[in-house]
């Protein structure tokens, strides 16, 4: 294991000690320090972030994180990669379960799920909001889908954006069946 991964694992055994808003929380953090909205920052600026939620590293562990995840050669880290990278890795149960959540939700089949397809599957009429006229219930649906989306909300979910989503969940369960059976039930699959 070389010094990036060993950093790597302390500082995901770090997140995971935190529980389940570990991970999420300092993905959380990492967009309040980009202020300039380019999802990334730069390897002083992610050690002093870390270090103001107690998660240390050094110059030189913080110099190598960002260079491994520093995808356009600006010596910047991509927060991204770098969140992505850190979530612990997900059985094929985990991978499976999430998948076919996914493929509930995609009735096009074409790979992304979109407002159209959710209101294939969900209702949004008796949401509060759109009781009270609030919203429309393709307001809800969309808010709903928002949740899974990547940091650029486009209003589709690609089945990577998913599993990003369902790996920082995954990330705070202990066993692949406590996984699985929440999928299952939450998904009614």
Known sequence: MDA????????????????????????????????????????????????????????????????KWDRDGSGTLDLEEFLRALRPPMSQAREAVIAAAFAKLDCSGDGMVTVDDLRGVYSG?????????????????RRFLDNFDSSEKDGQVTLAEFQDYYSGVSASMNTDEEFVAMMTSAWQL
């Not at 992610?46 to 562990?61: M, P, Y």
């Not at 009429?125 to 649906?141: A, F, I």
């Open 4 to 67: 990036v991964d060993a950093t790597m694992e302390k500082l995901r055994a770090q997140c995971l000690s935190r529980g389940a808003s570990g991970i999420q929380g300092l993905a959380r953090f990492f967009r309040q320090l980009d202020r300039d909205g380019s999802r990334s920052l730069e390897a002083d600026e992610f050690r002093q972030g870390l270090a103001k939620l107690g998660l240390v590293l050094d110059q030189a562990e913080a110099e190598g994180v960002c260079r």
């Open 125 to 141: 009429r008796d949401h509060p909001k759109v009781r009270s006229g609030e919203w429309t219930e393709d307001e809800v649906l």
